[in-house]
């Protein structure tokens, strides 16, 4: 076993090639996969959240948070898989059709993997049909839904709308975020959650699993 902080201060402090580093010496000190995501990224992707949400991180600092936790997080996920170590809950993502941008959705489906949930990431510009059966393939807790632009919210509703019309509503929980929502337009459309940032759509997405 080896010491972890050096881990989370890499991952804190933004930086991947020595996230990477620490997490190859820590895997062949024999440190469990389970025990470098539970308590290194997981921990370390919480300050990077609570530091932007305090404005002492900016969405350049999450962009760069976020390749740290991947790179870390890259050997541990086969080993996580082998291992039979089961995620917190399983996220389907995605920015809903008619919005090509994805930068938000990246960071949030970063920051959700480094908070220990799976996920599945079906792109930008996503119509409703595709997370429908995301839904029925994927079997997902959550469905989270990303917009960037005014003009592309509505899409939101008409995914809601669609995932209730073919069945699938009851089996998940609808997380949605993006620059232009507001927890009153989450309530309004029937979502069950809403994060104003990548940190707050983590903690929702904790909230809406129960944990």
């Known amino acids: 076993m080896t010491d972890l902080a050096a881990l989370r201060d890499a991952v804190i402090g933004c930086d991947p090639k020595l996230a990477r ?29 609570e530091r932007f949400e305090r404005g002492e991180y900016f969405v350049p600092d999450l962009i760069v948070a976020a390749r740290a936790m991947k790179a870390a997080f890259e050997p541990v996920r086969p080993l996580l ?57 994927e079997s997902p807790d959550i469905v989270a839904l990303s ?22 509503r009851r089996r ?13 337009f989450a309530r309004e459309i029937g979502a069950d959650g809403y994060g104003d940032n990548a940190g707050a759509a983590v903690n929702a997405a904790r909230r809406l699993m129960g944990s």
């Open 21 to 49: 580093q620490y997490t190859d010496e820590a895997l062949t000190a024999g440190t469990p996969p389970q025990a470098i995501l539970a308590d290194a990224l997981i921990p370390a992707m919480a300050v990077v959240g």
């Open 81 to 137: 898989a082998a291992a039979g170590v089961q995620p917190v809950g399983t996220v389907v993502i995605g920015t809903v059709k008619g919005d090509l941008h994805d930068i938000g959705k990246n960071l949030v489906a970063a920051m959700l993997e480094g908070g220990g949930f799976k996920v599945v990431d079906l792109g930008a510009d996503v119509a409703p049909a595709a997370f429908v059966r995301a839904v029925e393939d």
């Open 147 to 168: 917009a960037l632009l005014s003009t592309t919210m509505m899409a939101m509703r008409k995914t809601i709308e669609a995932l209730e019309e073919s069945g699938v």
């Open 172 to 184: 998940v929980r609808v997380l949605i975020g993006g620059a232009p929502v507001t927890e009153a």
